[in-house]
């Protein structure tokens, strides 16, 4: 190893990347054998990177997390879903002036992972990297309602956050099936739903970024409508593919 380069530093990148190219995640015994690191070392190295959310724990395996995406990263689920969603998307926003986003999950907000819009003479004010308010925005509404996160009293105490809004939102959220809000230029309104596991495990939000339907019920349920069918693909995907291995 080179004289100026940091050990740990180093040993948390490889880590890093070796989880990047596991989409099915790996457990700790494994990353020592892929590592050829000692346990203590890479208990130390997991603790750490969890604890700043860049890589999660489920169960028995370490996953990259969401929060690598604000550092320039993506964990392979979110790089399969933007390839998965990208066509149906892009298709759904068809000549309308509409755009549509796919959100994920990050430390108290969310973020805008990909665009998609197919008028080239609109631009959304949502660009990739943006973090959305948990409680400003109609992503942020599906995380306060979907994730097990904000169901502890600790969690929202922590993120600063009024249990009693916050109740609020995510009944209505659930209620509806999706969450509507005002878009971040203030002219459009956003609608969006959950896209969710097969277990319930909230993956990540659509959204579609709506021209001039502010107060329209009507319209924000037909095109939450139309958002849901894709929101879908990802969990029947998974159960296709668990069939055709099994």
């Not at 994920?104 to 665009?115: I, Q, R």
């Not at 502890?152 to 099936?177: F, H, P, W, Y």
Request: some cysteine.
């Amino acid at each position: 190893m080179e004289r100026y380069i940091i050990p740990s530093v180093y040993q948390a990148i490889q880590l890093c990347r070796t989880l990047g190219d596991a989409e099915y995640g790996m457990t700790s015994l494994a990353l020592e054998e892929q590592l050829q690191l000692p346990r203590s070392s890479v208990f130390r190295l997991l603790k750490t990177l969890c604890s700043e959310r860049l890589i999660e724990k489920r169960g028995t395996r370490y996953y990259l997390a969401n929060g690598m995406y604000g550092i320039g990263g993506a964990a392979p689920r979110l790089q399969k879903f933007q390839r998965l969603l990208a066509a149906p998307l892009t298709a759904l926003t068809g000549d309308t002036t509409h755009t549509a986003i796919l959100c994920v999950p990050a430390d108290n907000c969310a973020v805008a992972a990909d665009v998609f819009c197919s008028n080239s003479h609109r631009l959304s004010a949502i660009r990739p990297g943006m973090q959305l308010s948990l409680t400003g925005s109609a992503p942020g509404h599906i995380m306060l309602a979907y994730h097990p996160r904000y169901r502890d009293e600790n969690s929202l105490n922590i993120a600063e956050l009024d249990s009693r809004r916050v109740m609020k939102l995510a009944a209505q959220t659930c209620t509806r099936g999706f969450a509507v809000s005002d878009a971040p230029s203030g002219k459009a309104q956003l609608v969006s739903v959950p896209v969710l596991a097969s277990d319930g495990e909230l993956l990540a939000m659509l959204c579609l970024e709506l021209d001039e339907h502010h107060g329209d019920a009507e319209l924000l349920s037909h095109w939450a409508g139309k958002l849901k069918p894709v929101a879908a693909l990802p969990a029947a995907t998974c159960t296709q593919n668990k069939k055709e291995a099994g």
